[in-house]
């Protein structure tokens, strides 16, 4: 089946640590995307990638990092720079209808 | 400034009864409008999606959702709602060129009365 594959489901992150979450889907999609998501918040754009070597800072870049050396993968780095880190995020994707987003299942950081 | 208002934090609805959560935008261009839905740990599925032509809009799980320009909402509704669709529901709006530029609503939470 295609999707798109978030893991761990669970993260701790002890002071100082970066943290990487993995992102994988197998849709052929060319643009992906990761959202941060706050209680009682919507879904703020973190980076976002249309093609592979390219990506831009969305809303809230500060304290991560992305890289996206193959289509399929697009993990997302949680600086220590990142000084509330503690959140879901979510990873998506897009297709030819770039409108439609895709979602994983999500993963939970915390701060240890 | 483009954004999304959701002015229901939480609604609690009985089994069997009908349903309209509401969703107004302010957005320069002609909008795209979408509804999301999240069980909780989940991430967000498309519940239904507005691009242009007929103003109500049919979606998933029996859910419809419609267009009044007039008043800048995108309200969804459903006839009678079942303990499953107890979940987070976002109201969201784009543009065609890039999901990038989708903006989220803050979610409306919706419990089901048995």
């Known amino acids: 089946d295609g999707g798109i594959t978030q893991s761990p489901k669970y993260l701790f992150r002890k002071e100082g640590q970066n943290v990487t979450l993995s992102c994988e889907q197998n849709?052929?999609?060319?643009?992906m995307y990761w959202y941060r998501q706050d209680p009682g918040q919507g879904l703020r754009l973190i980076y976002y990638?249309?093609?592979?070597?390219?990506?831009q800072k969305g809303d809230i870049a500060e304290g991560y990092s992305v890289s996206r050396e193959k289509k399929e993968s697009f993990p997302l780095t949680v600086t220590s720079a990142q000084k509330n880190p503690t959140a879901f995020y979510l990873c998506?994707?897009?297709?030819?209808?770039?409108?439609?987003?895709?979602f994983g299942s999500g993963t939970q950081l915390s701060v240890l | 400034a483009q954004s999304v208002t959701q002015p229901d934090i939480h609604i609690t609805v009985s089994e069997g009864a009908s349903l309209e959560l509401r969703c107004n935008y302010s957005?320069?261009?002609?909008?795209?409008l979408f509804w999301y839905v999240q069980s909780p740990g989940q991430g967000l599925q498309l519940l239904l999606k507005?691009?242009?032509?007929?103003?109500l809009v049919q979606g998933i799980k029996g859910f419809e959702a419609e267009f009044k320009r007039s008043q800048s909402s995108f309200n969804l509704r459903k006839p009678s709602v079942h303990w499953s669709d107890a979940a987070e529901y976002f109201c969201?709006?784009?543009?065609?060129?890039?999901?990038?530029?989708?903006?989220f609503g803050s979610g409306t939470r919706l419990s089901i009365r048995p």
């Open positions: 998506a994707s897009s297709g030819t209808g770039r409108e439609k987003l895709f």
């Open positions: 849709l052929n999609h060319d643009a």
């Open positions: 990638s249309q093609i592979v070597n390219d990506f």
């Open positions: 957005y320069g261009a002609t909008p795209y």
């Open positions: 507005y691009f242009s032509g007929d103003t």
């Open positions: 969201a709006v784009g543009s065609y060129s890039s999901a990038s530029k989708i903006i």
